[in-house]
């Protein structure tokens, strides 16, 4: 009986931690996961034109194997967001 060979080569991915406050900005499309949290103690902040209230966390993950995120804009005006996105 035959035999497969299967070569597999392990994938890095380098994290990316930010802190916007009192800011609007992006997160650059290419990312493979992004997680968003608001992290101000007293406002909303948006993320794509939706509320993100004190306390919530979003997270966006590209579901195919080589699959990347698109541009994510954010605004924190009159708030803090705490923003970590793996890429390679």
Same mark, same amino acid.
Do not use: C, H, W
């Given at each position: 009986?035959?035999?497969?060979? =299967?070569?597999?080569?392990? *994938? !890095?991915?380098?994290? !990316? %931690?930010?802190?916007?406050?009192?800011? #609007? /900005?992006?997160?650059?499309? @290419?990312?493979?996961? *992004?997680?968003?949290?608001? *992290?101000?103690?007293? +406002?909303?902040?948006? =993320?794509? @034109? *939706?509320?993100?209230?004190? @306390?919530? !966390?979003?997270?966006?993950?590209?579901? $195919?194997? +080589? /699959?990347?995120?698109?541009?994510? $804009?954010?605004?924190?005006? @009159? #708030?803090?967001?705490? %923003? %970590?996105?793996?890429?390679?």
């Amino acid at each position: 009986m035959g035999r497969i060979q =299967v070569q597999t080569e392990a *994938v !890095t991915f380098k994290p !990316t %931690i930010e802190r916007p406050r009192n800011t #609007s /900005g992006y997160i650059a499309s @290419g990312a493979y996961s *992004v997680s968003i949290a608001n *992290v101000d103690a007293a +406002n909303d902040a948006t =993320v794509d @034109g *939706v509320a993100l209230k004190i @306390g919530e !966390t979003i997270s966006f993950s590209a579901s $195919e194997s +080589n /699959g990347t995120l698109g541009r994510i $804009e954010y605004d924190a005006t @009159g #708030s803090e967001l705490l %923003i %970590i996105s793996l890429r390679k």
